[in-house]
C-alpha cells in the first residue's frame, strides 16, 4: 500500500530563518505531487504542484519555492521566512491518471516568531 | 480557485443521517466531484468521488442530481467522530489535476 511521510511535525522558526519541509511517497512510482498552506480557521491554498522529476508548477508567487529531486521526494524550501509564512503545511500524491482522488500527509505546522 | 459553495456549517444529532449539500453549477462534464473531510489539526481524509452516478463506499454517499450542478454527501449515520470540516471539490482537468478547496462546511454531530 502506498504512504506519504511529512516531517517534522511541528516547526518554529524566526523570522529571516531559511526553511526546508520534506515530504516522500512509498509504495508507487511517478506520483502527482502537491504542496498545500492552511492559514489559520481557512481553506487549503495549492501552492505547487509536480508531475514528474525537477517538473515544478507554481500557483501563487510568493516567497517559497518547490523541488523534486527524485520522484517521490518533494521539497518545500524558503531563503527567508516572513511572518506571513506561517500556516499548517501539507503534502499529497495522486496517481496521474484524472480520475484519482490526492491523498494526504499529516502536515507540518510551521510558526514564524 | 474553488468551484463550488457549501454551506458555512451544520448540526446533525448522533446516530442520524447528515446530508451535506454542494453547489458546482459551472462543472463542466467531465468534471468529477470529490469529497474531503478535515478533523483539526489533521491532513484530509478522502472519503468519495463521482462524475455522474449516484456513489457508495463505506463511509458515505454521494448523490448528484441529473444535470450534475450540485450534488449531496450523506453520512448514514453520524458518529461523534464525524464532526470535521467537510471538503467538496470540483477537480480542474489539465496537467496537473489540481484540487482547488473552498472553505468547507464545518459540521459538529451533537449528542
Known amino acids: 500500500s502506498q504512504t506519504i511521510h511529512q516531517w517534522p511535525a511541528t516547526l518554529v522558526q524566526p523570522v529571516g530563518s531559511p526553511l526546508s519541509l520534506e515530504c516522500t511517497v512509498e509504495g508507487t512510482s511517478n506520483p502527482n505531487l502537491y504542496w498545500y498552506r492552511q492559514a489559520a480557521g481557512r481553506g487549503l491554498q495549492l501552492l505547487f504542484y509536480?508531475?514528474?522529476?525537477?517538473?515544478i508548477s507554481s500557483e501563487v508567487p510568493q516567497n517559497l519555492s518547490a523541488s523534486r529531486p527524485q520522484d517521490r521526494q518533494f521539497i518545500l524550501s524558503s531563503k527567508k521566512l516572513l511572518l506571513s509564512d506561517s500556516g499548517f503545511y501539507l503534502c499529497?500524491?495522486?496517481?496521474?491518471?484524472?480520475?484519482?482522488?490526492?491523498?494526504f500527509g499529516d502536515g507540518t505546522r510551521l510558526s514564524i516568531l | 480557485d474553488a468551484k463550488t459553495t457549501q454551506p458555512t456549517s451544520m448540526d446533525c444529532a448522533e446516530g442520524r443521517a447528515a446530508n451535506l449539500p454542494c453547489n458546482h453549477s459551472?462543472?463542466?462534464?467531465?468534471?468529477?466531484v470529490y469529497w474531503y473531510r478535515q478533523i483539526h489539526s489533521q491532513g484530509p481524509q478522502y472519503i468519495i468521488h463521482?462524475?455522474?452516478n449516484n456513489e457508495t463506499n463505506e463511509m458515505a454517499s454521494l448523490i448528484i442530481t441529473e444535470d450534475r450542478k450540485s450534488s449531496t454527501l450523506i453520512l448514514p449515520h453520524a458518529t461523534l467522530r464525524d464532526t470535521a470540516v467537510y471538503y467538496c471539490i470540483v477537480r480542474v482537468r489539465n496537467t496537473g489535476n489540481q484540487f482547488y478547496f473552498g472553505t468547507g462546511t464545518s459540521l459538529t454531530v451533537i449528542p
Open positions: 499529497a500524491w495522486s496517481y496521474g491518471q484524472f480520475n484519482q482522488p490526492q491523498h
Open positions: 459551472t462543472i463542466s462534464g467531465n468534471e468529477y
Open positions: 509536480s508531475v514528474g522529476i525537477g517538473q
Open positions: 463521482g462524475l455522474k
